[in-house]
């Protein structure tokens, strides 16, 4: 990982890497339900990786919630056919859902740990005030003394980590951290200004956990989730949905943390056409069936190359 300055420095600046620079690894946010709003099987993974190979590479997906739709009890199996790793989620926001991710995790992770890359207790749990860091702290804890040798973290907007908020879990040993961090909810354009916004963001967040830590090698660092709606998805002030926006967001943003060797998930793998409709703060209904960089039905978006140039 190279000093938390470098990245607001290639924000402004072209990108240049040499031969032996070591890339960022490339996942997928992933969900749990077919396009009919079904939960997904162990076939479904599996053609969901068969799909994410093939056009990006990667073999590396997140969830959300082990328990939800049996996730955990599916997607490992599936993960173990096709050499793919996961991320398992906690949902620790109430007690009856960390109780069914953990009884799912305690159940499935023994029998499939070269297929679990970590465990994330919590996606933005700060953010929304569900939990205070030192509750969120706690449960991560005990997920972790739950799964001996597997990482545990957390994952959560960026500024919480920026700002203070998530400093009993930095200050508490948690070596697993993912930034979330969009700039299209920024209202930047998808250009020059989401990638300055974007390698912002994750200097902040990873700037003020090196200065608790003291050392960038005693903890490892994503990009949670990022990304772009394309065509067919709700804009948002200067930032526009479009299959041509995505494309630019993925080359001077993702490929560009990319190639400075910062991992990210990119949100998200697939268009989920059963969400509803969602309602922000403002009032305004937003569509949220169009972050996929594939098509519902896996294949790719036109003028999507989910390749870095």
């Not at 890339?23 to 997904?40: E, I, V």
């Not at 993974?45 to 599916?74: H, P």
């Not at 951290?177 to 209202?187: D, P």
């Not at 090196?210 to 990022?226: A, I, P």
Request: with cysteine; hydrophobic share 40%.
């Amino acid at each position: 990982m190279r000093a938390a300055i470098t990245l607001l420095a290639l924000a402004a600046a072209p990108l240049t890497v040499t031969a032996d620079a070591v890339k960022g690894q490339l996942g997928w946010a992933l969900g749990t339900k077919k396009p009919d709003g079904t939960c997904k099987y162990q076939a479904d993974y599996e053609a969901d990786f068969d799909a994410i190979s093939s056009q990006t590479g990667s073999k590396l997906v997140r969830g959300y919630a082990a328990s939800d739709c049996n996730c955990a009890q599916q997607i490992l199996p599936a993960a173990k056919s096709k050499g793919f790793q996961v991320i398992l989620g906690v949902w620790p926001d109430v007690d009856d859902s960390f109780n069914a991710d953990k009884s799912a995790l305690t159940t499935y992770v023994p029998q499939y740990k070269d297929q679990v890359y970590g465990v994330t207790v919590g996606s933005e749990a700060l953010y929304r005030k569900s939990l205070t860091a030192d509750a969120l702290l706690s449960k991560i804890n005990d997920i972790k003394s739950a799964l001996p040798g597997v990482k545990v973290g957390t994952a959560d907007s960026w500024n919480k980590f920026a700002d203070g908020t998530a400093d009993p879990i930095i200050n508490g040993g948690v070596t697993f951290l993912l930034a979330n961090a969009f700039a299209f909810w920024q209202g930047q354009n998808a250009g020059d200004g989401a990638q300055y916004t974007f390698f912002d963001d994750a200097q902040q967040a990873l700037g003020h956990i090196q200065g608790l830590r003291g050392s960038l090698d005693d903890f490892e660092f994503w990009v949670g989730e990022t990304g772009w709606p394309t065509d067919g998805g709700s804009d948002y002030s200067a930032a526009k949905a479009g299959n041509a926006n995505a494309e630019t967001y993925w080359q001077k943003a993702v490929c560009s943390m990319l190639d400075w060797g910062v991992n990210v998930f990119y949100f998200e793998a697939f268009d989920e056409p059963w969400k509803p409709a969602s309602v922000g703060d403002n009032g305004i209904a937003a569509d949220e069936t169009h972050w996929g960089a594939m098509n519902a039905d896996r294949s790719l978006k036109p003028g999507l190359s989910l390749k870095c140039n």
